[in-house]
Every structure is written in structure tokens, then in C-alpha cells.
């Protein structure tokens, strides 16, 4: 058994455990309760049991060191355990995990974070097939904001792909599991988390030659790893999304260029470019940090996509032709509950002593309120409604 069991109860019964949501080679995530609020947690418990790497078994609840070893490595991955929680208490931001708190229990290390209810985008990539272009630039619309916060604080996720991103039954997209994270100090030292991702496809290559041993190997890694890192790996995951095909490896991309990729003809052309020039394997030829990816001149296009409004899945140009068909539907069926009402309404106002002049004035302010307020509410619902007729 290497997980805690169902029911089993931490920080002397303020938390329960449901079930384990996921595992990983230096974790385990479990669904939990709050009793005391009942509400849905997660907790991350540092746990390291991945092949080739195993460091801790279990005995009951208590988490054991296997070999004395090992005992120094495992303090300090509990340290960097503690730091990635801290990190993640820093960050605010609606797409981002919040953590709530962090304690040390059963020989090991905790920290407890918003439960997000839904699927990452790899189940759903795997279950759906390749992602439309309007739905994979809606998750964007989400992540780049949240990744800008963290960017913003000196913190690089260093492990973006489907996997670590979740969404919810409405849509909204989470960037999670920042494990991998690095953190540059306000001494310019480097801070990491547990363990450098390598996913294959998602990985550039000054984050893939990166090695920790030497003071050399810290400076150069200062100097290689940045925001840049993490726009690779976004650019890697637009792409699969999108084609549901592995990105294309660094070395690869040194070979063949543009010819590497392979997209599908529903893709745009702005889309395109964006995403060959996010992954350049050369790192001072990408986008150096996002306020490059969407201001910069090279990134206008990309922009200005992005700054299209749609909130459904379908293409842009299909929304925009339902907008069309349902504002004027809209606006005609109110039209015409106005026509209807205003004679019994004016009737009212007369019997109040209120001159027809000012009865009308006050419809007409009532009218323009109601539409102002109420209108485009209903409108979207119905946009909304007939776009999810054929774009799920």
C-alpha cells in the first residue's frame, strides 16, 4: 500500500480522505473533506515512490525513508516541498490553485489547495481528439494570465503540457502542479522545486541539457532558464491540442525548422506562426516573455485573436453569425413586448394624474434600462445555447 486509505483523517481529524486523484514520482494528490466546513479539498502529500527513484515506502500512515541513505535527500526534497507550497500561496490569480495551508504529519509533508472539479486537458484530448481552434484559444485566454502572474513574481512553471492543465464543467482552464517550478531569489540565487520535468516534446532544450551539481551549473542555469521556457512548452501544448499529435523533439526542430510541425487545415495561419515561434529551439529567438508574445509586432496577429470575444467553442466566424441572428431576434421580440405593453402601461400612469407627456418619457427610460440590463443577458444565453447545439 502506498497511499493513505479512504476515511483516513489528518490534522487530528480536520481533514478526510476520499480517494487519490492522481500520483506522480515525488507525490500523491488525494480528494479530501474539510469537515468542519464540508467541503472539497486537495491535498498533496510528498511521497517519493517513482521506478528508479523510490526513496519512501509506507508503514500504516507513516511514511518511512527505505534506506538511512537516503535520509539527507529526503529532508531536503521535504524542504522543497514546503517552498513550492509557499510559492503557490504567493500567487493570485481565478486560474490558479490556491493553497490554503501547508503542516508536517505521519513522517512526511502536506499541503492542502482549492479541489478543482472537472478533467485535465490530456483526458479530454484523449477522449474528444484534436481541439478546435476557438476552444484551445479560449483555455489560452485563462492560462496566459495566470502564467503572467507567476512570471511576474520570478517563478517559471518548467513543466506546462495537457496534463497540468485542469478545466471545469464551464470551461474555465486551471494551470496546476507548479512541482517542477523555479523560483529566482531576490539575491539572484535559484530556488527550485522537487524535480526538473523532461515530458518529452514539451521540453527546450536549455531546460533538457540543464544538469545541478557544480556553482557553475546554478549560474548557467540563471542565465538559460526563463519565461521563455515556459512559452515553449505552451507553444508545445497549443500545438497538440490542436493536432493531437507529440510536438516535435528540440532536436528535431534543429533539423527541419517549420517542417517539423504538422497542422491540420482548420488551423489559422496567425495560429500557425504564433506556435513555430514559441517553440524556436533556439531560445533568444522566442518570444522572451508574454508581454513579447502578444505585444510585439510578431505577436499582433496572435493578439489580436486572442482579444476576440467568444465565449463559446464555436469558430469565431460562426459565433459572429449567431451573435448576428440573435441580437436581431432578440431586439425584435422586445420591440414588440414593448409595443404590446406601453398602451396598458400609459393607461396606468393616466390613472395616477401623471400627463401623458411624462408617462411616455418614463416608458421610454424604463424600456431603455430594461434592454440595457437584461438584453444582452438573454442574448448570450441564447447564443450560448445554439453554438453548444454543435460545438460541445
Known sequence: MQHLQPNTTLQGGKYRIE???GQGGFGITYLATQVSLNRRVAIKELFIGGEGQAINDRR??????????????????????????????QLNHPNLVKVHEFFEENGTAYFVMDYIAGESLRTKLNREGRLSESLVLNYMRKILPALE????????????????????????AYLIDFGASKH???????????ALAYTKGYCPPEL????YGSQDDLVQALKDIGPWTDIYALGATMYNLLTDIIPPSSNRLYREGRNAFSFPSGVSSAIKDMIVWMMKPNREERPQNLVDLLKSPKGQSFSEILNRQNPTNAPYIVY?????????????FAFLVVWFLFNP?????????????????????LVIIGMFIYLPKVNMRLIKYICSLFYK
Not at 539527507?72 to 507550497?85: G, M, N, P, R
Not at 513574481?153 to 478545466?167: F, R, T
Not at 529566482?184 to 522537487?194: A, C, D, M, Q, R
Not at 533538457?208 to 544538469?211: G, H, K, V
Open 19 to 21: 480517494n487519490v486523484l
Open 60 to 89: 500504516g500512515n507513516q511514511v518511512i525513508v527505505t534506506n538511512s541513505a537516503n535520509q539527507q535527500s529526503f529532508l531536503q526534497q521535504k524542504e522543497k516541498f514546503k517552498k513550492e507550497a509557499l510559492r503557490l500561496a
Open 149 to 172: 502572474v507567476a512570471h511576474k513574481q520570478s517563478i517559471w512553471h518548467l513543466d506546462i503540457k495537457p496534463e497540468n492543465i485542469m478545466v471545469d464543467k464551464n470551461g474555465n
Open 184 to 194: 529566482i531569489e531576490n539575491n539572484s540565487t535559484l530556488s527550485t522545486s522537487l
Open 208 to 211: 533538457a541539457d540543464l544538469s
Open 320 to 332: 459572429m453569425l449567431v451573435s448576428v441572428i440573435c441580437s436581431l431576434f432578440v431586439t425584435g
Open 345 to 365: 402601461f400609459r393607461d396606468i400612469l393616466l390613472s395616477m394624474n401623471i400627463s401623458p407627456g411624462a408617462g411616455s418619457f418614463i416608458f421610454i427610460i
